[in-house]
């Protein structure tokens, strides 16, 4: 079983649709958690990150943390073509000498015009 | 992308050559990263440093070697390429206590 699961989809929805991404993880000693969205061709860039359970957000982007459950989920409202990408999920134990990150495999989403 | 410039963007070899991959960054940063990008399988770390001449293994490090003479620049081998090494590869950057940022990545082919 890998450490962190995410649907790979692909994922359809129409233009101002919510468009919900989650991952599921193993590791209970995982404590900080990111959201990249991956563009074809191109590398990950950093959407959101978080320490904490809870909800945050990022204009059209609300990251969800639910430790108990061990689960992770990302909303985008009001949907975009523009937001069409590979959206990966990423989490770590924080150590002091190192910080490697654990990805789920990556859901792909398009936003239909 | 964080100042991160891998090289070459692209490349095809053959299966037993020797292949090396540079990333370069122009700022300072002392933990740099490789990790491997396949279908189904997301990204998994091969190799990462924490400053001049320190690196350690990650998940998937078999086949693979780091070097890391200067804090800009740091390079993957694959010693004797096998076609389970085609894949796109990506270097990344920590920068200060921020998550990790990656680069455009290195699309690789053994044929």
């Known amino acids: 079983q890998k450490e962190v699961e995410q649907d790979p989809g692909p994922l359809s929805v129409p233009e101002g649709a919510i468009v919900s991404l989650n991952c599921t993880y193993s590791?209970?000693?995982?404590?900080?958690f990111m959201w990249y969205r991956q563009y074809s061709r191109k590398g990950p860039e950093l959407l959101m990150y978080?320490?904490?359970?809870g909800n945050k957000e990022d204009g059209r982007f609300t990251a969800q943390v639910d430790k108990s459950s061990k689960y992770i989920s990302l909303f985008i409202r009001d949907s975009q073509p523009s937001d069409s990408a590979t959206y990966l999920c990423a989490m770590s134990v924080v150590r002091s000498n190192d910080y490697k990150l654990s990805f789920g495999a990556g859901t792909t989403v398009t936003v239909r015009a | 992308d964080a100042g991160i410039t891998q090289s070459p963007r692209h490349k095809v070899t053959e299966t037993g050559t020797p292949v090396t991959l540079r990333c370069h960054q122009t700022e300072n940063h002392r933990y740099m990263y490789w990790y491997r990008q396949d279908p189904g399988h997301g990204l998994r770390l091969i190799h990462y440093?924490?400053?001049?001449?320190?690196?350690d293994k990650g998940e998937v490090s078999d086949g693979y070697s780091v070097s890391r003479s200067k804090t800009e620049d740091f390079l993957l081998t694959l010693e004797s390429a096998t076609s389970s090494q085609t894949s796109v590869y990506f270097c990344a950057i920590r920068t200060g206590s921020s998550p990790l940022h990656f680069g455009n990545g290195t699309r690789l082919t053994v044929t």
């Open positions: 590791n209970s000693a995982f404590q900080y």
């Open positions: 978080t320490y904490s359970s």
């Open positions: 440093s924490y400053g001049v001449k320190d690196t």
